[in-house]
């Protein structure tokens, strides 16, 4: 057996995933330590340890078999194992420069720092600028830095959006812009829509991917359809469209008695939560005309309200209250009508 | 062997699409066709500014030079350099058809071939034959490619002629630009139309570099002034998270410091008056306050009586010197932490139990430089395993929503379940939920951090 195509063994997906439900940091670095140190590359450790039990933290979360502190303690422990991976691979002084981000308000961080990690340890000079990095901040790195390439991670589909304007930001520095995160869809349609230069599947492709690119790139063309208007127009009062809704839906389910003191697991804390999320996917639809936006996100939150003892009629309240708040908006309502 | 093969392939490749791409923009306009000289002025005139567009957009100078070098390849000709000067430093980036882009960044005074050299200093345009084979051949080549990666390309394509063009702008010759294109086609009557393509260029170049050096000038401030890494202490897990309100100076008068020897650290978190590099210039001056300090007591009380007395004294000259802070020194003690925390006009601190009790901090004290004089009483709390420690500053519960500001409600009603989590799911938790109540509204500095002690079982 060669070492480089040592893969992780099930024993160490285990043990790995035992110390994450435990929410014990130094037992799932010491699993991960020992499968790198056994031969597995780094890239292999990460896509097979720590991304595939992030999966199944996000998959109990939905289901409501794990708290959302249990999930926050669990990211966490996958967080600090890549840094500690990442503290022992060297910071190589050639090779392309890249940036990487995640794209404003996205928050799930790790899918991103993976690939910031896995391209270091593949001989690449790249910058991580965090979660949630704002395009003012992504703007300076680009004229500091000057990357051969910007790579922003996008896991929520309720992010298309701002995707679209990181996309316009990158691209108005004349630097191509790789999308990548579950926000996407495998065949890359989204991430081309929104304009991107490349779409990266995984990790492991983004290299690949890279040597493809443009030196350069001309600014992003604006979206004309029709649901390019109406989203730009939604995203814009998202604030307002969010309340109106959360009170009719409130209104109609009998909530506004409600005394706030729920817990974050409560379905009516979920329920509000989300609600300005399904509005940006609404938005996200419109932009990459791609009506599967909308209806995986409304499959998701379907799933995440019933294993909370929703209502069974709450998921249909708001949408009712959605399309009647954006009655003027033909697009929108034809595309919640037709999910 | 491997450069006659080369050059062969590239010459296939030439005479397809590049070789006319090029030929729109060089082709001698021998014929007396008006029409045929109008199209070629103005595919000339739409390439020009197409060209300004791209290289003023991209304000980084070591990409501006290789996309500027790209371009000059695909439509153009056969060989691009580009050669900058800008402070100490010279960049160089060049290319022939179809091979890697030489990048290189090397300080002035380590050198430029002679006749570079002169290019720079005349600022003339110049044609350059080249000797067709042997050692003058190759010393021409080296005396305008000093990287010879890429002086060894050319020679291998064939190259009879180059084109040197100065780059020139507000009076000052700046930079070189290098020219040249594969046997057997010349710039013909192009000269006009190539002294035109050297001055958008350089225009364009120079704005970059401005930009450039400024942006240079402020990241070394920035690094000065902005909060320093957080210190690495065994058992001790501190997190923190920081946004400022102008995102595009990323300066701020939130401020964080955590320093001292690994069993005695001292801990200052707090918020200036104000926004933006004026903030930060301030909130530095009581970083180094408190840092100066607490070299000589380290006593919270002490330290922040000492600072404000320092910043009394400065009121006059600094006249938007109000602040405050929140400083605690923490000591690792077994498996527990013992934190002494005084507080100067600040948010409490919030002390989150391991089973999800919430406490606040109450110690009183008046803002920073308001009174001469004033005195600070500490608090003092023991932090058992798993128990955080959480600082902020008013951003967090000022944050503007759509009907309401976040809130100290709000503030609790996040953290509450979150007992016992690490403190960097503390801080995102905060974090997540103060971003979605802002959307997209402007807002202040803000400032998080927790800290939790959880030594490992030895």
């Known amino acids: 057996m060669t070492v480089s195509t040592a893969t992780v063994a099930g024993a160490e997906l285990d043990a790995y995933w035992t110390a994450v439900a435990a929410g014990d940091a130094r037992a799932a670095y010491a699993v991960a330590a020992a499968t790198h140190d056994r031969g597995v590359p780094l890239p292999e450790v990460l896509a097979g340890l720590v991304i595939a039990a992030q999966r199944r933290v996000g998959e109990l979360w939905a289901a409501n078999d794990w708290t959302v502190a249990r999930e926050h303690a669990a990211t966490a422990v996958g967080e600090a194992v890549v840094r500690r991976l990442g503290a022992a691979v060297p910071t190589p002084t050639t090779g392309p420069l890249l940036t990487v981000a995640c794209v404003e308000r996205e928050w799930h961080a790790l899918p991103a720092m993976v690939v910031a990690l896995t391209l270091r340890a593949r001989g690449c000079q790249v910058t991580y600028l965090g979660a949630s990095t704002s395009r ?183 949408e009712e209250a959605l399309a009647q708040r954006l009655h003027d908006h033909p697009e929108a309502v034809r595309l919640i009508a037709g999910a | 062997m491997r450069h006659s093969g080369c050059a062969q392939r590239r010459e296939h490749r030439l005479t397809t699409s590049v070789r006319e791409r090029h030929a729109r923009l060089l082709a001698e306009s021998r014929s007396a066709e008006p029409r045929a000289r109008l199209a070629q002025a103005s595919t000339r005139a739409e390439f020009l500014l197409r060209l300004s567009r791209t290289v003023s957009a991209i304000q980084n100078p070591q990409r501006a030079l290789e996309t ?116 057997g086609f010349g710039f013909g009557d192009a000269q006009n139309f190539l002294d035109d393509l050297a001055a958008r260029v350089a225009v364009g170049l120079d704005a970059t570099l401005v930009v450039a050096e400024s942006r240079y000038v402020a990241s070394v401030l920035r690094r000065s002034l902005a909060p320093t890494e957080l210190p690495q202490v065994p058992g001790l897990q501190l997190a923190t998270y920081y946004r400022v309100a102008h995102q595009s100076q990323e300066l701020g008068g939130d401020f964080l410091d955590v320093h001292g020897p690994d069993d005695d650290l001292i801990l200052l978190c707090g918020d200036v008056a104000g926004k933006g590099v004026e903030a930060a210039v301030h909130a530095k001056r009581i970083r180094n306050a408190v840092r100066t300090a607490s070299h000589v007591d380290r006593s919270p009380g002490w330290i922040l009586g000492l600072t404000n007395s320092v910043l009394v004294d400065e009121a006059e000259e600094f006249s938007e010197g109000m602040a405050t802070g929140v400083c605690a020194r923490l000591r690792p003690d077994g498996d527990r932490l013992r934190v002494d925390l005084a507080n100067a006009g600040h948010p409490p601190a919030l002390l989150l139990r391991a089973d999800g009790t919430l406490e606040e901090v109450s110690t009183d004290g008046v803002a920073l430089a308001l009174l001469d004089g004033a005195t600070y009483t500490e608090a003092q709390l023991t932090l058992g395993p798993l128990d955080s420690l959480l600082v902020y500053t008013d951003g967090v519960t000022e944050a503007r929503g759509v009907d309401d500001l976040f809130g100290d409600r709000r503030l609790r009603d996040v953290l509450r379940g979150l007992g016992g989590l690490p403190p960097s799911a503390l801080i995102e938790s905060v974090a997540v939920a103060v971003s979605d109540h802002l959307g997209e509204r402007a807002h202040d500095d803000i400032a998080i951090f927790a800290a939790q002690f959880s030594p490992e079982p030895s």
């Open chain 2, 68 to 183: 500027l070098v790209s371009v000059l390849l695909e439509e153009m000709v056969d060989v691009a350099q580009v050669v900058v000067r800008t402070g100490q430093w010279q960049l160089v980036a060049g290319a022939v058809q179809d091979g890697p882009v030489h990048n290189t960044a090397t300080r002035v005074v380590d050198g430029t071939p002679a006749d570079l050299e002169n290019a720079l200093r005349r600022g003339l345009h110049d044609d350059v034959v080249l000797p067709k084979s042997g050692a003058p051949r190759r010393r021409a080549l080296a005396a305008f490619l000093p990287d010879p990666e890429l002086a060894a390309e050319v020679d291998a394509l064939g190259c009879e002629q180059l084109a040197v063009l100065p780059l020139t702008a507000r009076g000052r010759s700046f930079g070189v630009m290098v020219i040249g294109r594969a046997p």
């Open chain 1, 136 to 318: 003012d901040h992504l703007v300076s790195a680009i004229l500091d830095i000057g990357p051969r390439a910007v790579l922003l991670s996008a896991s929520l589909t309720s992010s298309l959006p701002r995707v679209r304007r990181q996309v316009e930001a990158v691209r108005g520095t004349g630097t191509p812009v790789v999308l990548g995160g579950r926000a996407l869809d495998p065949d890359g349609r989204r991430a081309q829509r929104l304009g991107a230069t490349a779409y990266a599947r995984s990790p492991e492709v983004v290299l690949d991917v890279l040597a493809a690119l443009p030196v350069h790139v001309p600014p992003a063309g604006p979206l004309r359809h029709p649901g390019a208007f109406e989203a730009r127009s939604i995203e814009a009062e998202s604030d307002t469209i969010s309340r109106d809704v959360m009170l009719a839906t409130g209104a109609a389910l009998g909530l506004e008695h409600a005394d706030g003191d729920h817990t974050s697991d409560d379905w009516r804390v979920v329920l509000a939560t989300f609600v300005p999320h399904v509005i940006d996917c609404v938005a996200g639809a419109l932009l990459t005309e791609d009506p599967t936006v909308y209806a995986e996100t409304r499959a998701w939150l379907g799933g995440v309200l019933a294993g909370r003892g929703a209502t069974p009629q709450a998921l249909a309240v708001v």
